[in-house]
């Protein structure tokens, strides 16, 4: 197994490029090991609807990025206090779902610090029943990847916060996540542990089980250094995919997003069609004078095909010039109630 050096880069859009890179341009009969640590970001599985999962004015409003990776499972949250790892080995069928081949040499690695950690029937990582690990996979006809996330020392806080949807009623067939109550490492370990122990030197505890060597040789343990021609496919992959909209946001399965509003003359209901990130239909609901009926159906066919983006949203409702004062309906309310 050789371990590649991502030269410690902390994008999860060129982290996941590489990794895809690795998975589906290098020779198929050679392992390979990433550990890596990415600035705040939302990871979404492959077939996941935004939407459903993330709270999306909070992590634009603090520039977290939002990012689909090309495996399934659920959305994660990572930042500086989250180490990833990501095995990319050779296809092999009894591998596929087989999440303690993997996962072994990091439980015993965990448990060397102290750490009561073990495997959970849904494949994640628990500690005395709180979830310090996710993990998914996704293969190839050559290779395959089974990569997944270790809570250090992240801010549980803002792991919360962007992974909270707002309250919303979404119907899709889209994979949904299954939360848990979530915990780090570090709380685990003793205060000497906690004051001497950083991500450099819990990298190296892991290094050590899974490449079964000792401390002082973990220096010496075989590394791949990604070349110019490499770095050209991974540039390339970003900016064409994982530095996208499209493939970020539009690629999450269609849905109907269906929100209600209270005005002084009643309530307002709107259900939303989405499909490849744009508009399909609005069907509004509760109108019950003509005028602000023909403003609704006026807003509906400006709405349609516009793409799903808060700005583009705003943008699209200013100019079917609403008669705010006339129609006792202002055009922020009415972005709340097709947005998110």
């Not at 092999?92 to 996962?103: A, E, G, T």
Request: proline fraction near 3%; aromatic fraction near 10%; glycine fraction near 4%.
């Amino acid at each position: 197994m050789f371990y590649i050096d991502n030269q410690g880069i902390n994008d999860p859009r060129i982290n996941l490029a590489i990794e895809e890179h690795v998975l589906r341009n290098f020779a198929p009969d050679h392992k390979y090991l990433m550990l890596y640590v990415n600035e705040p970001s939302v990871i979404m599985g492959k077939h996941q609807n935004i939407y459903e999962e993330v709270n999306v004015d909070f992590v634009q409003q603090n520039n977290i990025k939002v990012v689909r990776r090309v495996s399934g499972g659920g959305t994660v949250y990572h930042d500086l206090g989250n180490l990833n790892f990501s095995f990319l080995v050779p296809h092999d069928s009894s591998k596929l779902n087989n999440y303690h081949y993997f996962l072994n040499p990091i439980v015993e690695a965990l448990q060397s610090l102290g750490v009561p950690a073990e495997i959970s029937p849904r494949n994640d990582l628990m500690a005395a029943g709180k979830k310090i690990s996710g993990n998914a996979q996704f293969s190839t006809t050559k290779r395959m990847v089974s990569h997944g996330t270790l809570l250090f020392n992240s801010e549980i806080i803002h792991l919360s916060q962007s992974l909270k949807a707002k309250t919303t009623t979404i119907q899709s067939k889209s994979i949904k996540s299954v939360r848990s109550p979530v915990a780090n490492v570090y709380e685990y370990l003793n205060s000497e542990q906690q004051s001497g122990l950083d991500m450099e030197q819990f990298k190296k505890v892991l290094l050590q089980y899974i490449f079964k060597t000792q401390p002082n040789e973990v220096s010496t343990i075989p590394t791949y250094t990604l070349t110019q021609d490499d770095w050209e496919v991974v540039n390339k992959l970003v900016k064409e995919k994982y530095n996208t909209w499209e493939w970020n946001y539009a690629r999450s399965p269609k849905c109907s997003i269906h929100k209600t509003h209270d005005f002084d003359w009643g309530t307002l209901a709107a259900t939303v069609d989405i499909k490849k990130g744009h508009i399909q239909g609005v069907n509004f609901e509760g109108a019950h004078h003509g005028e602000l009926q023909a403003m609704l159906a006026k807003l509906t066919h400006t709405l349609t095909q516009v793409k799903f983006d808060k700005n583009s949203l705003k943008k699209a409702i200013a100019t079917a010039n609403i008669e705010e004062g006339k129609l006792n309906i202002k055009e922020s309310q009415i972005l709340q109630l097709v947005w998110q």
